[in-house]
């Protein structure tokens, strides 16, 4: 669990729309990525001769191409969204103009309780503003009961309100970073194996008091076991010892996208540090608010979360 969970109820499901082989940047940004896990980089796939192949099994629907640019025509409650236009297009959504990274891409999150439809506002060079409809699909959020967290954590003493709250803004404004890297347009791999023992979203209910819904998706595992990074980035956030969410580490995959693994019983990076995918960062443990070992992966985009598990599907 999380306590930055307990604030908010965005989320984004990863949708991973980098269309490769629709776009006339593709092959520019294929050879600026030079990286096999970039998704983008997929002209080898035996799919590759239907251009619009690769395309819909990475976003898991329909996509909408206009005017070169590229982006499902509908995602779940709680994605990310992956889009590709022009490089010098203009884009907006949600009342703000997000960043378009020097291949094109762009990312938003959708939240856990959106409605839809979406409505992205692009414009290319030389157009006009051109309104892309994206429908939301929503999704089941099942109630998750959970005993025997340690009771101090479900019920924080009062005089523990003040650490909270100075360690949750910590955190928050870890998460300013904006900057335009691509690691978010990487396949993501699990951080650790093991089985899902909490999802993303569910509405949790500890010890009979119902808290916000699950902001990340729980994998169980040994304590001390390996957690790698699930993609590329820069550490935004190290510490050992919060008071909800224990050993804490933020992990920033660029253009405002972020992991974060709690309740670590060991941290192994620092603030500042450039890590690759797969590189061991920190190590399972039940610090914090836990009933046992196991790793809390959350993940942000621009202060909406998203669901890593999405993250994860889509892509392969
Ligand atoms: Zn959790």
């Known amino acids: 669990m999380n306590f930055s969970c307990r604030r908010a109820s965005s989320w984004c499901l990863i949708v991973i ?20 896990q970039k998704i983008a980089a997929t002209p080898a796939s035996p799919t590759s001769t239907d251009p619009t192949a690769p395309t ?11 005017r070169g640019t590229v982006l499902p025509k509908s995602v779940q409650q ?12 203009t884009v907006e959504f949600g009342g703000r103009m997000l960043r378009v990274s020097p291949n094109g891409l762009f990312v938003f999150g959708v939240d856990r309780d959106e409605k839809g439809p979406l409505v992205v506002n692009i414009k290319q060079p030389g157009t006009t503003i051109l309104p892309h409809r994206i429908e939301v699909r929503p999704r089941d959020w099942p109630i998750e009961r959970v005993n025997g967290a340690p009771p101090k954590t479900v019920n924080p003493p009062p005089d523990i309100a003040q650490r909270i709250a100075r360690e949750q803004a910590l955190i928050v404004a870890s998460r300013k970073r904006d900057d335009a890297r691509e690691d978010f347009a990487q396949r993501f791999v699990w951080p650790v194996q093991g089985r899902i023992s909490g999802r993303f979203g569910n509405q949790r209910i500890y010890d009979g008091t119902p808290k916000s819904p699950h902001g990340g998706m729980d994998i169980a595992a040994p304590n001390g076991t390996a957690v790698k990074s699930p993609a590329g980035g ?11 969410t224990g ?8 253009a405002g996208v972020s992991s974060n693994f709690l309740h670590l019983s060991r ?11 797969g590189q061991i960062i920190a190590a399972v443990g039940a610090t914090g608010r ?7 992966w959350g993940m942000h985009c621009n ?5 890593p598990l999405l993250v994860l599907e889509l892509g392969k």
Do not use: C, N, W
Request: glycine share 12%.
């Open 267 to 277: 941290v192994d990076v620092k603030v500042g540090d450039r890590v690759e995918q």
């Open 78 to 89: 709680g994605a990310l969204v992956i889009g590709r236009t022009h490089q010098a297009a």
């Open 303 to 307: 202060g909406v979360r998203v669901d």
């Open 56 to 66: 819909k099994r990475m976003i898991g629907g329909d996509v909408a191409p206009v």
């Open 247 to 254: 050993g804490t580490v933020l992990i920033d995959h660029g």
């Open 17 to 36: 729309a980098t269309l490769a082989s629709l776009s006339p940047l593709s092959s520019a940004r294929s050879q600026a990525a030079g990286t096999p």
């Open 290 to 296: 836990a009933t046992g070992p196991h790793l809390h």
């Open 234 to 244: 820069i550490v935004i956030f190290a510490a050992k010892d919060l008071y909800l």
